[in-house]
């Protein structure tokens, strides 16, 4: 599996980016797909995932940080093997470099960074004041 992430920028508090994740390769073995986020001197951390495969969390496919719940969407169009994460009301503490990663291999612990084991390249996002 291959992931290719898109969609970063400097923007002003307040407003929006969307980013993007293509995937190629073996997708049809993606049970998760998660977007991460690691902002300076800090450790890599879940923002939001989508089931890609069967399950739910709950009754819903989607998952979000606390700290993104309401601000973030996470969204997927099947056809383009794409995972859209669409960030709105962006604060300057959302300042990080975001990743997309796929997890093949479910054991359900999804907000863990060890458990995806294909990773995109990562794209910045710089929130200003």
């Known amino acids: 599996v291959q992931l290719q992430a898109s969609g970063g920028g400097l923007v002003q508090a307040g407003g929006s980016l969307r980013l993007s994740c293509t995937a190629s390769g073996r997708t049809s073995s993606i049970h998760i797909m998660g977007w991460f986020r690691q902002a300076p001197g800090k450790e890599r951390e879940f923002v939001a995932g989508i089931r890609l495969g069967s399950g739910t969390w709950g009754s819903r496919t989607t998952i979000y940080a606390d700290s993104v719940k309401g601000r973030f969407t996470i969204s997927k169009d099947n056809a383009k093997n794409t995972v859209y994460l669409q960030m709105n009301s962006l604060k300057p503490e959302d300042t990080a470099v975001y990743y997309c990663?796929?997890?093949?291999?479910?054991?359900?612990?999804?907000?863990?960074?060890?458990?995806?084991?294909?990773w995109g390249q990562g794209t910045q996002v710089t929130v200003s004041s």
């Open positions: 990663a796929a997890d093949v291999g479910y054991s359900g612990r999804y907000y863990l960074s060890i458990e995806y084991e294909y």
